[in-house]
């Protein structure tokens, strides 16, 4: 069975930075599309960044403040978040989205991680 595992989020000053990662276990990556959402109190769930075949898409809001990346040997995708705002103060979540014919309709999530700012 497979498993994202989220961590990295925090308390950041105005401006600051974090960098989340995301830890796959249970299964290949290279076959998923992974994608970054985020969830405001009160709000519902957003997509804030996707690496879809290698190629990196945005929210217009975290645009040129974000950047995904991803290690398929290691398993492992990024959210580097740099000049963070009030409004990225939100639980972030991890999702691979199966992107093959043999992943097709296979999906899995982390349990979040908090950003604060």
């Known amino acids: 069975q497979g498993q994202l595992v989220e961590s990295g989020g925090g308390l950041v000053q105005p401006g600051g930075s974090l960098r989340l990662s995301c830890e796959a276990s249970?299964?290949?990556?290279?076959?998923?599309?992974m994608r970054w959402y985020r969830q405001a109190p009160g709000k519902g769930r957003e997509l804030v960044a996707a690496?879809?075949?290698?190629?990196?898409r945005y929210a217009d809001s975290v645009r040129g403040r974000f950047t995904i990346s991803t290690d398929n040997a290691r398993k492992m995708t990024y959210l580097q978040m740099n000049d963070l705002q009030r409004e990225d103060t939100a639980v972030y979540y991890c999702?691979?989205?199966?992107?093959?014919?043999?992943?097709?309709?296979?999906?899995?999530w982390g349990q979040g991680t908090q950003v604060q700012r």
């Open positions: 249970g299964f290949s990556i290279s076959t998923y599309n």
């Open positions: 690496d879809i075949g290698n190629r990196p």
């Open positions: 999702n691979a989205d199966g992107a093959t014919m043999a992943t097709m309709g296979l999906s899995y």
